[in-house]
Each structure stands twice: as C-alpha cells, then as structure tokens.
C-alpha cells in the first residue's frame, strides 16, 4: 500500500468486537493493513487488556491511551502524526462526536455500525462529513461487515446475472436467543441502552444491511409493528414487517431477540434470506462447511440457487441448482475496502448513506406501528 505504508492506525474502544473481530482482521490482512500503534479506551484496564490481545496477534505492542491524563488521553493520540487513520469501535451514542473529533484531528476514519443512533443525527453527521472534511481529502467509512461479506455479495450477484429471474418477493428472518448471561447483554451500554430498539438496531442494521446488498433495488416503503416481550431487553425485541422495494417486489423481515430458548433459533432450518423470482429461488444461511486443507469445518455464508429450466415450448424441465460457500470474512473486507480507499481505490463499501439507509429501516418499524412509512421521506 503506498499511503498507508509508512503510516500507522489506531483502534478506539476495547470492547467485544474490537478484541474479537477487529484484531483478527488485522492480522488476516497482514501487510495490506497499516501498523496498529495506538489503542484507546474509557480505562487503562481495558485498553491495556487489547494492547495485550495485539501483541499476540499482531506481534507488536501499540501504545495504551486512556482517559484521565493530559498525556495518555484521545486527544493525545489524535495528535500524533504518524497515526493517519482510525477504527472507532464505541457505544453507539457516542460514536458521532468521536467520529467528528478524529475527522477534524485530520485522520481518516472507519467507524463501527450503525452510523448513528437515529436517522436525524445520521443525517447530521454525514452533512457535516460532505461540507468540512471530504473536500480535505479525508475519508469516512461506516464499517457495517454484512454489506461487506462475500457470501451477500456472491448473491447479489447471482441475482444481477438473472439466474432466478425477476425477484417477486423476499424474507428476512432472524430470531435470536440473548439471556442475561450474554456476554454482549452484559456489555454496559447495551444493558441499559440509550438509543431506540436496544439490540434491534445494533444487530438489525445487519440483517438491513444484507438485504440492501442481495435485492436487486432499494427499499421504499415499510409496514409493522414493534414490540418488547422480555422486560429486560427494552425498549423493544421484536419486529415484524413488510418491506416494498423500488421495483415492485416487497417481502417479509422478521427480527427478534427474544427467542424463548436456543433452539427457536434454529427453527425451521435456522432463518437467513430467501429470495423468489420468477424462474427460480435463492437462500443464504449461515453454516458449517469441512475445510479439506486443515479437516475442521468452519463457518461459511451458503448461498443456494435453484434455477427452472424450460424447453422450447416453456414446459418446465429439471430444476438446476447452485451452492457456492464463502467464508465469513465480511470485518476483513471492510477494513480491507477502507484501507484501499485512502489509496484512491474506493469500491464503494462503507458508503455512510448506505448505513443511514439501513437506520432508517430500522427506525421506521420501530414506529410504523401498522401505518405505511415512504422510507425515502423519512431519510429526507
């Protein structure tokens, strides 16, 4: 990489995903990836903890950075120059502010999902984003992994290439099990959030996300109800609602976090996405596939694809089917993207409308409350 190259980045926040899936993509990029050379967290405990998590993974020891002294705080980070770019990985509230903070710091910056708490601050965000800091140079990706997965990609794709036809109607269904013993309800700010939907806009943008990658044209309008079923999860866990796209077809999205047990997870073969066109049909799930070089079996995004075949008079024939694994890499690509992009090379992942979008969805089931919501208005 010739930008990046001689410069370093830094990770902000030392929860979960920055030590689970943060670390580990930068170290599957290797050389691709700037040098980590700072961590910051709220505590020195916990910014020490992922200092520690990345000299084993990384095999160098970044410098810790926490709030409480002049010397060792954000702001000296952001100081230094030879920290070019940035990976804010923080509670959702307060992501905007550091993004804006480390933007007029002059570092670039790859911020964790969803872009904001709600589509007015989004907006807000990304206004401020286009006027001050774009025309400098400065680039601002929203690190949403699922838009960045090759498995959705890899759909998206099969659906352009025509091979179930024209798409006429989709699902969406995730169901969730999360008891108070999860370790990501035991996250603070996740506990008690301050921000609407609780865990329905922290995971759902995901599954908005996907949807927005594999459908053939955007979202526009939106129908459902929200609801909260365990107290403990407020201020809603659930929703259901129907989704109309640009081009006619309209479909069903299911999310939940209060699945009574684990194995509603799984019911019914697990959810994922299904897509009906008019000469064949398209599902991707997560699962288990064997890698034959090392004999474990790793996780994997599985698209499958039937395919109707029909002879010269239209008589339907054998149906054809397609399975294509691709590994779960979608944190990688991210990273991956943005890194590139400070090199020029931008191939639109992390597009910041593209994760207001995504809030915006979101937002609008948790209101919509059976009434029709035109989602292009309500982005504005």
Not at 123 to 141: C, D, H, M, N, S
Not at 262 to 283: E, F, H, K, M
Request: charged share 20%.
């Amino acid at each position: 990489m010739s930008t990046t190259s001689n410069t370093g980045t830094a990770i902000l926040g030392a929860g979960i995903f920055a030590k689970e899936a943060h670390l580990p993509a930068l170290q599957a990029l290797g050389p691709l990836a700037p040098k980590l050379v700072a961590v910051y967290s709220r505590s020195e405990k916990s910014a020490s903890k992922l200092a520690a998590e990345a000299t084993t993974l990384l095999n160098t020891t970044p410098d810790v950075y926490f709030d409480g002294d002049p010397s060792s705080d954000l702001d000296a980070l952001l100081a230094r120059s030879d920290i070019t770019s940035v990976i804010i990985v923080l509670p959702i509230s307060q992501q905007p502010s550091i993004v804006l903070k480390a933007l007029a710091a002059g570092k670039h910056v790859l911020s964790e999902k969803p872009v904001s708490a709600d589509i007015a601050s989004g907006a807000t965000l990304i206004a401020q984003y286009e006027a001050q800091f774009k025309p400098r140079g400065l680039v601002w990706r929203v690190a949403e992994n699922f838009e960045a997965e090759p498995g959705y990609i890899a759909a998206g794709r099969a659906i352009a290439a025509g091979k179930i036809g024209k798409v006429i109607f989709f699902s969406s269904r995730t169901i969730n099990f999360i008891d108070q013993d999860s370790k990501w309800y035991k996250t603070p700010w996740r506990t008690v959030p301050d921000y609407q939907g609780g865990f329905l806009l922290d995971g759902g943008v995901h599954s908005v996300a996907a949807l927005r990658v594999i459908l053939p044209s955007a979202m526009t309008h939106l129908t459902g109800f929200a609801s909260l079923n365990k107290d403990w999860l407020a201020p809603h866990d659930t929703i259901n609602a129907t989704i109309k796209t640009a081009d006619g077809s309209h479909g069903i999205f299911e999310l939940s976090f209060a699945a009574p047990s684990p194995s509603r997870s799984s019911a019914g073969g697990g959810g994922g996405i299904i897509v009906t066109g008019t000469d064949g049909w398209l599902q991707v799930q997560q699962t288990q596939a064997c890698d034959f070089v090392y004999n474990v079996k790793k996780p994997v995004f599985r698209i499958t694809i039937k395919s109707a075949t029909r002879d010269a008079n239209g008589v339907l024939g054998p149906e054809k089917e397609e399975v294509i694994d691709e590994p779960i890499r979608g944190v990688e690509r991210e990273q991956a993207s943005f890194f590139a992009a400070l090199d020029g090379k931008d191939d639109g992942l992390g597009n910041p409308f593209g994760a207001l979008k995504d809030v915006a969805v979101i937002q609008a089931a948790l209101t919509s409350d059976g009434k029709l919501i035109d989602l292009e208005k309500l982005i504005g």
